[in-house]
């Protein structure tokens, strides 16, 4: 097994000097700098929240929250411009905002299946693929990412974490038999005139948002790619890891899911024990990112975490107070809860909260702007009261509070990969709905 699997990295690998010739990267010491002293440091918590709100739990519970979590969403070649090129809204902008309230802002670049001519039709998986053969999307959302980087650039040395096509990557994959040579998408034929040279497939892909960022913003944007595990049999650490350490294995972090919603919008009650939907258990979540990030050497966030709990009364399982418990895993009763540490070992630096389903997930702040909310507690529930207007109750900014007096250290730092974890046998894994 040990010789198959160093046969594969050496054919990925030549596949990959093969595809993509190598480029001068001057700023690759500065981004590395950037990485160890701001998310090397500590265990790091992002937060899907505006400005004013991460603001105010730092001043009034000292939440000092190391990302700001969004998406940059919208489509390529729809005739309308995203959001967040709309409405008084700039790349530059939203980084020169994110700098005045003192927190790094992570995006997540998702524009392939909503663009044109599918628009997200009938799913994101089929309407990915359809969108990437056609070079005027291509280019248009290519367009789209450069325009993002020559913004972010402009703020530099602030950082800005920028993750790419959460979920797509795979899909591309799935259909080309988990051969990034083989994956159709356009990329050196589209004719951006940045873009000429690479090659129509994975590896182009993943050269294309570096070669961008590396014109554009080289010394503060750092780029994740987007592993995922939704095909459990395809897609384990191992088998990501040979791959994207093929394809990325230059850019600066990956990305690692858990769902793509709060437990209670799909219908469950609590309790809910150790589940995460992609893993099926918290042990084989831990698992799964040592075997990557030995593979790879990029180190891992956990991304998309549901915001809801099970002590607060408020989280009822009702549009924008669902149900979770993911965070409750990682943060109650810290730091003699070890979860945080068992991460930390297996090369995960950090989690970002962010709602998976817009307005109906649960949310850290007001986002349903019902104010104070007490109704009786659901069965599973603590039934806590609540003292604070966030939708989740308060407990994001209470357990945050009381994680940021202590944060976990990541020995080592910039420290060699992690080993694979003990083989465990895995709970049997359950597919989670995709967007």
């Known amino acids: 097994m040990v010789r198959r699997v160093a046969i594969l990295v050496l054919v990925l690998g030549s596949l990959a000097v093969a595809q993509s010739a190598p480029s001068k990267d001057p700023a690759a010491a500065l981004r590395r700098k950037l990485f160890k002293e701001r998310f090397l440091d500590h265990f790091n918590l992002g937060v899907e ?58 995006y997540s670049f998702y524009l392939l299946a909503a663009s044109a001519p599918a628009r997200y039709r009938p799913d994101p998986p089929h309407a990915t693929l359809a969108n990437v053969k056609v070079p005027g999307t291509m280019k248009e959302y290519f367009g789209l990412f450069k325009t993002c980087m020559e913004g972010f650039g402009k703020e530099a040395p602030w950082p800005v974490m920028v993750h790419i096509e959460p979920d797509e990557w795979c899909h591309l994959l799935l259909n080309s038999g988990m051969d990034p040579a083989k994956v159709d998408v356009k990329v050196g034929s589209c004719g951006m005139e940045e873009l000429k040279g690479l090659p129509d497939n994975l590896f182009g ?17 750092l780029l994740g ?11 384990t650490g191992v088998k990501m890891g040979q791959i994207m350490k093929a394809v990325a294995g ?12 709060d437990k209670g919008m799909k219908g469950k009650a609590p309790p809910y024990s150790t589940d995460i939907d992609v893993t099926g258990s918290l042990d084989a979540h831990v698992k799964w990112i040592a ?5 790879s050497g990029l180190y891992v966030f956990v991304w998309q975490v549901a915001a809801g709990n099970t002590v607060y009364a408020t989280c009822n399982n009702t549009p924008g107070h669902y149900c979770d418990n993911l965070m409750q895993l990682l943060l109650e009763d810290y730091p003699q809860n070890p979860t945080i540490a068992h991460y930390v070992k297996s090369g ?15 949310h850290v702040y007001d986002a349903k702007k019902d104010g104070i909310t ?54 049997t894994p359950s597919t989670p709905d995709r967007r």
């Open 291 to 295: 075997d990557f990030h030995a593979v």
């Open 49 to 106: 929240a505006p400005a004013e709100w991460i603001m105010e739990t730092r001043e009034r519970n000292g939440c000092r929250w190391d990302c700001s979590v969004q998406y940059l969403s919208g489509g390529a070649a729809t005739g309308e411009k995203p959001f967040w090129l709309n409405f008084g809204n700039s790349p530059q902008k939203l980084v020169a905002d994110a700098k005045k309230a003192g927190i790094v802002p992570w």
């Open 205 to 221: 892909f993943a050269s294309a948002f570096k070669r961008l960022r590396d014109l554009y913003a080289p010394a503060n944007v």
């Open 374 to 427: 007490n109704p009786p507690a659901i069965p599973g529930n603590q039934g806590k009261k609540s003292e604070y207007a966030d939708d989740d109750g308060g407990f994001m900014r209470l357990r945050g509070a009381a994680y940021y007096k202590k944060p976990f250290p990541i020995p080592g730092k910039a420290g060699a990969p992690a080993k694979p974890a003990d083989p465990k046998p895995p709970s």
């Open 348 to 362: 995960c630096v950090g989690w970002m909260n962010v709602g998976g389903q817009g307005e109906g997930s649960t």
């Open 250 to 261: 230059d850019w600066d972090f990956a990305v690692f899911e858990t769902s793509d919603r």
């Open 225 to 235: 790619c987007n592993p995922s595990a939704f095909d459990p049999g395809s897609m």
